[in-house]
């Protein structure tokens, strides 16, 4: 045990000690406050204003489109022609030419600045609705007032029912937002640090300080103090990223005074995205929604599931780095051993559609998919208790059977040279005597 301790402080102090790690350490913290400050500054900062000059043959959209801070309409009385040929002259940046009334007619929109792709979708429902209520009109014989009066504004607010009999308001857009970026990390540092464990391996082999060192150890021994060492390594970056990032961006957002509730057309924005729970009573329902969502546990379980499911493939990278002589060799292995992994972050999307189904139940169960598909779900809530044990131990067994199967193959695999390896070859090491 003492001997594994040693490797795992070489390991550890040799790589945090690198220049690499301490620059990446700093630089993270800062790309990933960028991504967050970024965007809101670009939100709460002065846009252009897109001035859309409208010409309306049919006279029912007069005044019927509703101007923003970012995008104003006005009608105009003039031909088409002519609005064509003052546009580079005038102040608009667009025209939009109403031609009729019909429900499969097309909106012609001229333009000299590229309008976004939300600018379009407001014209359209725009439209969409002025035709609607003619016909509604029309076919029904009511005014313009009476149909105003009967226009429905429905909000789904979503609320989760305990066995216990507890209600909890649930915002399906922060949940799928903390599941997917949960079940990136993990992915992206599984896959990181998993592959450092597989470079180290190579590096010491094709050096031969690897026949120096299990003079002194066993291969096994090497192996767990490495695949260890590392995964500290890991989650020390981890939790400095997580530390700095939260710092810098509090500093930013106090320095530039940036306040993210002044963001225009947010419910806009958010219904493009698919997230309509987030547009029509924003901040109580991000409230609501924020002070739901288990952190404590998602904060465990993102720890233990990075760590397990690390410590699951690193063992088969490890493996594999003993069995081949270079990189190029390891493609052959590598595959079979990430298919889990890249098909559970596949699948993720879908699981967000279902966070209860059976899909979704046995996927967080299989110990190759669990570290990234329980991450998913647990921002939810519909995670049982057993559910979330039982996938944590089979995680455990699952990386003591994989530790297993590596350290078969690391055993002979750490001093064989110049062989091409095969899976017929690897099938024998795991049962060789010796």
């Given amino acids: 045990m003492n001997k594994i301790k040693l490797i795992i402080i070489r390991e550890y102090l040799t790589r945090v000690k690198k220049k690499s790690f301490i620059i990446m350490t700093l630089i993270g913290p800062l790309l990933m406050a960028g991504l967050m400050v970024v965007p809101i500054w ?5 846009k252009d204003i897109q001035r859309i000059e409208v010409i309306d043959e049919t006279g029912a959209f007069i005044n019927q489109f509703e101007n ?7 009608n ?14 005038g102040v608009y940046t667009a025209i939009l030419h109403i031609k009729s009334v019909e429900k499969n007619s097309t909106v012609e929109m001229y333009y000299k600045k590229q309008p976004g792709l939300s600018t379009i979708s407001k014209i359209e429902r725009t439209i969409e609705g002025v035709i609607r209520s003619a016909e509604i009109q029309d076919k029904f014989k009511i005014t313009k007032e009476q149909l105003a009066e009967i226009q429905p504004n429905v909000n789904v607010k979503a609320i989760s029912i305990t066995v216990e009999g507890k209600e909890e308001s649930k915002n399906v857009g922060i949940s799928t937002a903390l599941g997917f970026g949960g079940a990136i990390l993990i992915y992206f540092f599984i896959f990181m640090y998993g592959v450092q464990i597989m470079r180290g391996v190579i590096e010491e082999k094709t050096s031969r300080i690897v026949e120096i060192i299990i003079s002194s150890v066993k291969p096994f021994q090497l192996m767990m103090g490495k ?30 005074m940036i306040d993210p509730s002044t963001i225009s057309q947010t419910g806009e924005m958010m219904q493009q995205a698919n997230v309509r729970e987030l547009s029509a009573h924003p901040y109580q329902d991000i409230i609501e929604g924020v002070e739901s969502i288990p952190f404590l546990q998602i904060s465990v379980a993102f720890i233990f599931y990075f760590l397990g499911g690390y410590l699951l493939y ?7 780095g003993s069995a081949v002589d270079s990189e190029a060799d390891t493609q052959q292995f590598m595959l079979p051993i990430t298919i889990p992994l890249i098909f559970s972050f596949v699948v993720a ?3 967000m559609e279902n966070p209860d189904g059976v899909m979704a139940f046995w996927l967080s169960i299989i110990p190759f998919t669990s570290p990234v598909i ?8 519909g995670v049982e208790t057993w ?6 131990v089979l995680l455990i067994l699952g990386f003591l059977g994989t530790t297993w199967v590596a350290a078969k193959i690391y055993r002979t695999g750490i001093l064989m040279y110049g062989k091409k390896i095969t899976y017929q070859e690897l099938w024998k090491w795991l049962f060789y005597k010796g």
Avoid: C, H
């Fill in 42 to 46: 670009l939100a709460t900062k002065d």
């Fill in 68 to 74: 923003t801070a970012e995008l104003q309409f006005k």
């Fill in 76 to 89: 105009e009385f003039i031909s088409i022609g002519e609005a064509k040929e003052n546009l580079y002259n």
């Fill in 227 to 256: 695949i260890i060492g590392i995964a500290l390594v890991g989650l020390t970056q981890f939790l400095l990223w997580a530390f700095l990032t939260s710092i810098i961006y509090t500093i930013v957002m106090s320095v530039f």
């Fill in 314 to 320: 690193g063992a088969l990278l490890a493996a594999v």
């Fill in 349 to 351: 999307q879908t699981v």
């Fill in 374 to 381: 329980m991450m998913v779900r647990i921002p939810f809530g």
């Fill in 387 to 392: 559910e979330l044990l039982l996938s944590m």
